[in-house]
């Protein structure tokens, strides 16, 4: 019923920048708050940031000042934008949202397929 679907992920030398984007579609009522996971291997998922329906933004402190979330509630779109990128910013990245759909009372978790980032040092 509800698809995230990501693009923009790859490889980039450290220093780089990359743009990740996630796109939700379905039978939407509302999404509010978006938010961008990431997976590196051996290493549990952890936040990298999130945004509220209203803007607010949260960061992890070891992106705070490279990693840009925002959003266009028009097309029901999240994007990370990642400066400065690091080795250690290598990791599989994952959309999420918690959305509103028809015929549910609340918000569900969706998530996202997975971009893979990988960064050279």
């Known amino acids: 019923q509800v698809q995230l679907v990501e693009s923009g992920g790859g490889l980039v030398q450290a220093g780089g920048s990359l743009r990740l984007s996630c796109a939700a579609s379905?039978?939407?009522?509302?999404?509010?708050?978006m938010g961008w996971y990431r997976q590196a291997p051996g290493k549990q998922r952890e936040l990298v940031a999130a945004?509220?329906?209203?803007?607010?933004?949260d960061y992890a402190d070891s992106v705070k000042g490279r990693f840009t979330i925002s959003r266009d509630n028009t097309k029901n779109t999240v994007y990370l934008q990642m400066n400065s990128l690091k080795p250690e910013d290598t990791a599989v990245y994952y959309c999420?949202?918690?959305?509103?759909?028809?015929?549910?009372?609340?918000?569900?978790?969706?998530w996202g397929q997975g971009t893979q980032v990988t960064v050279s040092s």
């Open positions: 379905g039978s939407i009522l509302s999404i509010n708050a």
């Open positions: 999420n949202a918690k959305i509103l759909i028809w015929g549910r009372l609340g918000p569900g978790d969706y």
């Open positions: 945004i509220t329906s209203g803007g607010s933004t």
